[in-house]
């Protein structure tokens, strides 16, 4: 029998590895992780995508809708984007930010493993840095297939491996919270090879499909400035909050001595890839 100890823990494990956000993170999620850790990316993943005028789009996991919003512009006029997230406080921070007058987007709240659409309703399914965290990918890969219509495709990423950048959050959530304070980050970067990513979409019947590497530098403000801020909008922000301003030194500490090789006259530029893959219903 689970004591509640136990299930507790497991709660609160399966909240980290699975990017479910409390508070006010998805706040922060908007202004600190879109702009630099997420938002560089979109323009690459909607050119592979290949959207066009007049299509029909839903981004799954949406978070606060990045994705969405370029993807609104790119199949407008005619054209409609969905953006579907578990995460209700992500949707809410989604339905505050402004949009053209001329552009909507139907922000819905639902579970990747179990579409609220019907069978054909889309012309392109995206998904930017979600299949990671789902606890069922081959489940919520079907669904993706079973919601596009018979000539539909698919595009989605995901990180290649950590930068140094990341590495050295992991080393210092690891060293001075808990192993369970790093699994978030250890579960961003768990489906960084190329060959599981496509066999993933092949085996859910997606066909044609090509996995292909973006890379680019990203660039960060230094550690005392960003570290402590990018940690308050993700899963482990509510730990760091909680574990006392010594640790929170030390956490900043060791980035800025991990990091000093990446140090420019902005702050820490970093090398990063994601794998993006396409396919066909």
């Not at 403000?221 to 570290?227: A, H, I, Q, R």
Request: hydrophobic share 45%; charged share 20%.
């Amino acid at each position: 029998m689970t004591t509640p100890d136990r299930a507790e823990s497991s709660s609160e494990a399966q909240r980290l590895t699975q990017f479910q956000l409390q508070g006010d993170a998805a706040e922060q999620y908007e202004r600190w992780v879109v702009p630099f850790v997420i938002g560089p990316w979109v323009p690459a993943l909607l050119d592979l995508a290949e959207l066009r005028a007049g299509e029909r789009v839903v981004d799954v996991a949406c978070g606060t809708g990045v994705v969405s919003r370029l993807a609104a512009r790119r199949v407008a006029p005619r054209g409609t984007v969905t953006g579907l997230d578990l995460n209700e406080g992500m949707l809410a921070v989604a339905m505050r930010l402004p949009l053209p007058p001329d552009l909507t987007i139907d922000w819905r709240q639902g579970s990747a493993l179990a579409l609220p659409f019907a069978d054909g309703t889309f012309d392109v399914v995206l998904c930017q840095q979600g299949l990671q965290f789902f606890p069922d990918r081959l489940k919520a890969l079907a669904e993706m297939h079973r919601v596009l219509k018979p000539v539909g495709r698919v595009a989605l990423s995901a990180w290649t491996g950590p930068s140094p950048y990341f590495t050295a959050q992991r080393e210092g959530l690891a060293r001075y919270l808990s192993a369970e304070a790093a699994s978030t980050s250890a579960a961003a970067f768990s489906l960084g090879d190329a060959e599981e990513f496509r066999g993933l979409l092949e085996g859910a019947g997606f066909r044609d499909v090509v996995v292909q590497p973006v890379r680019m530098t990203l660039r960060f403000p230094p550690p005392e400035e960003f570290l402590l801020r990018h940690l308050s909008a993700l899963p482990v922000a509510a730990l760091v909050a909680a574990a006392g301003e010594d640790t929170r030194r030390a956490l900043v500490a060791h980035m800025k001595d991990a990091t000093h090789a990446y140090v420019d006259g902005y702050g820490v530029a970093v090398p990063q890839e994601v794998n993006v893959a396409t396919g066909r219903v």
